[in-house]
């Protein structure tokens, strides 16, 4: 008698914490989830966090600045700005009152002396590196934020892979987030 009422308290203390678990579930920080949404998606770490979802966190905690954030570059800053109640800044790595954002790279693979070993493929966080193990390698520029984590120690030989200036265009880096362009077409 006394295992059957330890089994039905078992079962109905269960049966509570289940229901408790699926009624008051919280998915996350939802301004978390607003300020990721900002983010390029990139995660090419060029903010010194390993993706776009731990540098929201570091925003949302208010332990990270605005500015960090090449790919998704001023459009992004002040959406994010906007989004958090704080001034904007200058760019990482601008001077302030400059008018320029940082110059834009791209990868470029040296084809002559590509082994074909497949470690900046295995390093590039946005797939912008194609190839196969022992055969060459190309760099797709529209997709290369050069976040330079292709570069050496990454690549053995030297001078294989390299950063080039490329001329931005709007469609290739002015990443903007669907709230920045519904702004801009609302004013």
Request: proline share 9%; hydrophobic share 40%; with cysteine.
């Amino acid at each position: 008698m006394d295992i059957l009422i330890m089994t039905a308290l078992a079962l109905l203390f269960g049966l509570g914490l289940g229901y408790a678990a699926i009624r008051f579930r919280v998915e996350g920080d939802p301004m978390v989830d607003k300020i990721d949404a900002l983010l390029p998606q990139t995660q090419c770490g060029q903010c010194g966090h390993p993706g776009c979802r731990p540098y929201a966190s570091a925003l949302a905690e208010g332990s990270a600045e605005i500015n960090q954030c090449p790919p998704g570059g001023e459009a992004g800053m002040r959406a994010l700005a906007d989004l958090l109640g704080r001034e904007p800044l200058p760019m990482a790595g601008m001077m302030e009152g400059a008018t320029q954002e940082p110059t834009l790279m791209v990868a470029v693979v040296n084809e002559s002396t590509c082994i074909g070993c497949t470690k900046c493929i295995q390093a590039c966080p946005v797939d912008a590196i194609i190839g196969a193990p022992k055969h060459k390698h190309t760099v797709l520029e529209d997709y290369c934020t050069g976040c330079e984590l292709c570069l050496p120690p990454i690549c053995p030989v030297p001078d294989c892979l390299t950063l080039r200036e490329v001329k931005p265009t709007i469609s290739r880096w002015k990443w903007q987030s669907p709230l920045v362009k519904e702004k801009e077409q609302a004013a």
